[in-house]
């Protein structure tokens, strides 16, 4: 049959490992959004003091690709230090998966952010963000490349839904282009506090919308 | 190779009909000549009369007064770019540069309006309701001096919604404004009589009703402005350019015949049995378009908190073909624009899956793919972050 994957990408997506949440994880993230069609959960259990990933799980809401990946990712991760993880490229887990479609690049990223981010959640948790950088516009702005734009199905920077973005006093206030009523309006206030929050200098995200 | 796979996608193109081959083959061993005048060789007047019995029989199917009021084209998208940049061409210059058409129209009236839109005419794209439906008013309250062509499709090839094109010719008509409708997927399947509903043009296409894939039709109304946009010889009354495609012109028709109220009765009877299983039996599911005003041969469900690729693509490993509204199946990664036009959101797009009925289904077929479905959702909602914890079970 002419499927445009691999047979171990069709392997992972009929019977992806490590699927699932985990209630008391160490560290956690989502990628994407339902309303870009591609949604990534990623769970661990580490090791405090190996610093190792004793078990991971994910959750995916998308496409085979996602899908596959997103069973691939936990595969790779398991087992392996935090530093080790975290270097996990996008290239590596698809060619672990025999190669993915160039055009589902997009879909299948979100497994590989998503691990990044777990461990990254970990380490803010944990104190062990070694260099303790005080927070600016710019890392702030970085961040809201991962909240989509369910209007576009692109990050919110890109699409130029950011108007504004001030930190003062460990408050974070974002003017976002949209009216208060929108029907996504809740949906992008709750990933942006959720991607600014973590954060070790921010107390406070103020969302704005002014449209 | 195929033998095997529950074929669920008839609104994309359908198998032919044995008897449909059957009537083309002597119109490519035998009588392989083009059509030629009366005053011909023997062989072309006899292509030439299969032509015409063609023409006559695809006219009468859809009540044209003349047999004339049909041209071939070579299928639905050319046929509706002929229609809209015919029309915009013989009357841009001296009656108005306006169109009017919806949000939810099929590409080749859609991109065709948009490609007008770039050449300076003004093209208005009317919302629908959510349900799909153009309200009539609307169109009335649309059209404007300048105005001189709607393009309202008769049924949604997604959603299956029968727009009440009644009203709409006749609001065109009281205003002057010409009316072309896209009638790609009702055709033989929800009645249309050009002879008491007064549109101006209309496409059809053979690929949607078991005939030739490669050949349509447009039912221009005698007396109709219509520039001619391809130019060569002066075929299918000089609206056509170069030879005609007989055998496929003599497959079309057969096909029209073949196309029955008793089927299309009982493809509608598949259809709610399908509808009422999959909205019963799964739960979060919402129905998309309306639930009777439909095309008998369309089903269309959102099925909540998974993504249509992965389902069409466990489906397809299970012997089932249908075709999703999501991103990730389309090549352009953009979402249905008909669901998001009836007001669903991108989750709706992305978890929508069109069942299309064809000749060859049957009540088995229907219910192997809603105890598929369910077995296939329910594995996608397990693993789906989105999905109540209530529902994962």
Redesign the interface.
């Known amino acids: 049959m002419a499927?445009p994957?691999s047979e171990k990408v069709?392997e992972h997506?009929?019977h992806?490992r490590n699927?699932?949440k985990i209630e008391d994880a160490d560290g956690k993230s989502?990628e994407g959004s339902?309303?870009?069609?591609?949604?990534?959960?990623v769970y661990i259990k580490v090791d405090d003091e190996k610093k190792v990933i004793d078990d991971i799980k994910f959750?995916?809401?998308?496409?085979?690709s996602?899908?596959a990946t997103g069973s691939i990712i936990t595969e790779m991760a398991k087992g392996k230090t935090l530093g080790e993880a975290k270097k996990i490229t996008w290239k590596e887990a698809s060619e672990e998966l025999g190669g993915l479609p160039p055009?589902?690049a997009h879909?299948s990223v979100l497994a590989v952010e998503g691990l990044r981010s777990a461990i990254r959640d970990y380490e803010e948790r944990h104190g062990l963000i070694e260099e303790r950088v005080p927070t600016t516009v710019e890392i702030i702005t970085k961040r809201l490349r991962h909240v989509m734009n369910?209007l576009r199905?692109l990050d919110i920077v890109r699409t130029n839904l950011i108007k504004d973005i001030k930190f003062e006093d460990g408050v974070v206030t974002i003017v976002a282009d949209l009216p208060p009523d929108h029907?996504f309006a809740s949906v992008i206030k709750t990933d942006i506090a959720e991607k600014i929050e973590p954060l070790w200098d921010v107390h406070q995200v103020e969302v704005e919308f002014t449209g | 190779m195929f033998e095997e796979t529950v074929y669920l996608d008839n609104s994309a193109g359908t198998r032919l009909d044995e008897r449909v081959l059957e009537a083309m083959r002597p119109y490519f061993f035998d009588t392989y000549a083009v059509a030629t005048s009366e005053f011909g060789y023997s062989m072309g007047i006899e292509a030439r009369e299969a032509l015409d019995r063609a023409r006559a029989t695809l006219a009468a199917r859809l009540g044209a007064a003349q047999a004339e009021e049909f041209i071939f084209t070579s299928g639905g998208t050319e046929s509706s770019n002929m229609a809209l940049k015919g029309v915009a061409l013989a009357l841009g210059e001296k009656k108005g540069k306006h169109i009017i058409t919806s949000r939810i129209e099929d590409f080749p009236v859609l991109n065709t309006a948009a490609a007008l839109g770039r050449q300076g005419f003004r093209v208005t794209v009317l919302e629908v309701d959510g349900d799909g439906f153009v309200d009539p008013q609307a169109v009335d309250k649309a059209i404007s001096s300048d105005t001189i062509l709607a393009s309202i499709q008769h049924a949604n090839q997604e959603i299956g919604t029968i727009q009440d094109i009644d009203a709409i010719a006749r609001i065109c008509r009281g205003k002057g404004v010409l009316l072309h409708i896209d009638a790609t997927h009702s055709f033989g399947r929800v009645a249309l009589d050009v002879g008491s509903t007064p549109v101006d043009l209309v496409t059809v296409s053979g690929h949607t009703i078991h005939g030739p894939k490669g050949v349509g039709g447009l039912y221009l109304r005698s007396g109709t402005p219509l520039a001619k946009w391809m130019d060569g010889g002066f075929q299918e009354f000089n609206h056509r350019a170069g030879p005609e495609d007989i055998p496929s012109a003599v497959g079309f028709a057969a096909a029209a015949e073949l196309m029955t109220d008793e089927e299309s009765d009982l493809l509608g009877g598949l259809r709610d049995h399908l509808l009422s299983r999959a909205l019963a039996e799964i739960p979060h599911t919402s129905l998309n378009g309306h639930r009777t005003k439909r095309l008998p041969q369309n089903g269309n469900i959102t099925f909540h908190?998974?993504?249509g690729?992965?389902i069409t693509?466990?489906l397809?490993?299970r012997g089932f073909a249908v075709s999703t509204g999501?991103?990730?199946?389309s090549k352009s990664?953009e979402?249905s624009h008909v669901i998001l036009g009836i007001g669903g959101?991108?989750?709706r797009a992305?978890g929508s899956v069109r069942f299309s009925l064809g000749r060859y289904n049957t009540k088995q077929d229907v219910d192997g793919v809603i105890d598929a479905i369910a077995e296939v959702v329910g594995e996608l909602r397990?693993?789906?972050?989105?999905t109540p914890d209530d529902t994962k079970g």
């Open positions: 499927f994957y069709l997506f009929r992806p699927v699932g989502t339902p309303a870009c069609g591609d949604m990534v959960a959750e995916s809401y998308g496409c085979a996602n899908i055009v589902k879909c369910p199905g029907q | 908190y998974v993504e690729e992965s693509l466990q397809d490993m999501s991103a990730c199946f990664l979402a959101d991108h989750e992305h397990a693993i789906s972050p989105l």
